[in-house]
């Protein structure tokens, strides 16, 4: 990417995050798409986030896969073309890659054109005979995938790390729909899942005892700050991690501690003590409601893989 499309393409991120902080901040209750939480402070405190002793979702997943590698293997096929769905999951895809018999070729997805090509690299190194070709996209909305990849060889989708779980029910059916599309007739999927369980566990994994996950949820307004140069009471705003059983999801929220007034991009807005902004939805499943989505969107639920505890979940997907 040349520096005057990157450039570009920065002006129209701020553009559109300017919009939504607009949209969100006006709607009854408050609420801003997770999607913001990640500029590049943000990536660096998740990744801080992955490593909490709290945060059981990443360790335990890695642990599935490398338990069940073999398994995942074979799901896939010798010759997979393996499509991963968001490039940042580094150590996942190279346990899948290095179980597959004779890769056909490895095609990660990302929004970011400069994660992605650190990534495909990273993987050029380890796999040096395997064809990668990435694809910039943002995979929660329609696209194709490029007409010149090649049709021979079993398509297969991988999209651990929950993210599932951080789309809305509507965007999570639209999501596995578009997979099925991309990987066609005989096409499988592998998804990490996280699995429902008790509130404490679930709570504690949102609101860890170090401040990380408050510092990631906090950097939403700080960014507003950075990039919208808003004015904002920043102590006034606490993090705060709730279950909400109907959506079956934890939730992250600012809450702002006495009334207060942002205001950003020539708006204020108002707010009364207590009242807070909704930062992130991440959905946890039981196997009943997956396979039940799988069934809406094209797919059947095959095999499930977890670990000793139950706190986490592999499954496959068969076209
Ligand atoms: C990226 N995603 C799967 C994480 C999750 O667990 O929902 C994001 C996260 N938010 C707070 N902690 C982690």
């Not at 910039?136 to 194709?144: C, K, L, N, Q, S």
């Not at 279950?243 to 992250?252: D, F, K, L, P, R």
Request: with cysteine; hydrophobic share 45%; aromatic share 8%.
């Amino acid at each position: 990417m040349s520096m005057l499309d990157r450039i570009d393409t920065l002006a129209q991120q701020r553009e559109a995050f300017r919009a939504d902080v607009l949209d969100g901040l006006s709607r009854t209750p408050k609420t801003l798409p997770s999607r913001w939480l990640y500029d590049d402070r943000g990536s660096e405190l998740f990744e801080e986030i992955t490593a909490l002793p709290e945060y059981y979702p990443t360790r335990t997943e890695t642990g599935i896969l490398k338990e069940q590698a073999g398994e995942i293997a074979a799901v896939f096929g010798p010759q997979a073309v393996l499509i991963e769905y968001g490039a940042g999951a580094g150590i996942k895809t190279e346990i899948v890659l290095a179980a597959l018999a004779a890769p056909r070729l490895y095609v990660p997805i990302d929004i970011s054109g400069d994660f992605l090509e650190a990534s495909a690299e990273r993987i050029r190194k380890r796999f040096p005979g395997l064809a990668v070709e990435p694809v910039v996209a943002d995979f929660t909305a329609e696209f194709d995938l490029p007409g010149d990849l090649p049709q021979d060889g079993r398509r297969g989708g991988f999209f651990p790390g929950s993210t599932l779980g951080n789309l809305g029910r509507r965007e999570a059916l639209a999501f596995l729909a578009r997979m099925r599309r991309h990987v066609g007739e005989d096409g499988v999927a592998v998804l990490g899942v996280d699995l429902k369980k008790d509130i404490d566990t679930l709570l504690a994994a949102y609101d860890d005892a170090a401040g990380v996950t408050a510092a990631f949820d906090i950097n939403i307004l700080e960014r507003m700050q950075r990039e919208l140069g808003a004015d904002l009471p920043l102590d006034n705003f606490a993090h705060e991690a709730r279950w909400n059983g109907e959506a079956s999801a934890v939730e992250m929220h600012l809450v702002a501690r006495d009334a207060c007034t942002l205001s950003v991009a020539g708006r204020s807005f108002a707010f009364e003590a207590g009242e807070t902004i909704h930062t992130e939805s991440s959905r946890k499943y039981d196997v009943e409601a997956l396979a039940g989505m799988a069934d809406e969107s094209g797919w059947s639920l095959d095999k499930v893989w977890t670990d000793p505890h139950g706190l986490f979940a592999l499954v496959s997907l068969s076209a």
